[in-house]
């Protein structure tokens, strides 16, 4: 489920880039909001791979960390108005789904440290 969200989202983020880029002529908070946005799926299904469960926790972590940067982008894309609040919302939506299943993910395999 995570992987496939991650995926999908990654390319939503990458159509977002381009419409930025094309449309809008913007390019430096699109990269910002590219390269955060697609860390997300990159580093979960890297968690996947990991070599331990402490490997696959760091990379979870880094995961939610990049799903908080790419909400911080969408915010500011949007207070400057390249993104529509319309535009913004959904990608939003699901980033902060994204954030709640890391978060969730991350507090079970702590607990089952416990």
């Known amino acids: 489920m995570l992987l496939d ?3 999908d989202f990654s390319v939503r983020i990458v159509r977002s880039y381009q419409y930025l880029t094309r449309e ?3 390019e ?3 990269k910002q909001l ?3 946005g697609t860390s997300i799926g990159a580093n979960a299904h890297e968690a996947v ?3 331990s469960k402490q490997d696959f926790i760091a990379k979870l972590h880094i995961a939610l960390k990049e799903a908080s940067e790419t909400e911080y982008w969408l915010i500011l894309l949007t207070r400057t108005e390249y993104l529509t609040t319309i535009q913004s ?3 939003m939506s699901d980033c ?3 954030k709640k299943i890391l978060i ?3 507090n079970k395999t702590k607990k089952a440290d416990e």
């Open 5 to 7: 969200k991650t995926l």
């Open 24 to 26: 809008k002529h913007e």
């Open 28 to 30: 430096i908070m699109a």
């Open 34 to 36: 590219l390269r955060s």
């Open 49 to 51: 791979y990991g070599t």
């Open 89 to 91: 919302e959904s990608l």
């Open 96 to 98: 902060l789904e994204i």
């Open 104 to 106: 969730a993910t991350l």
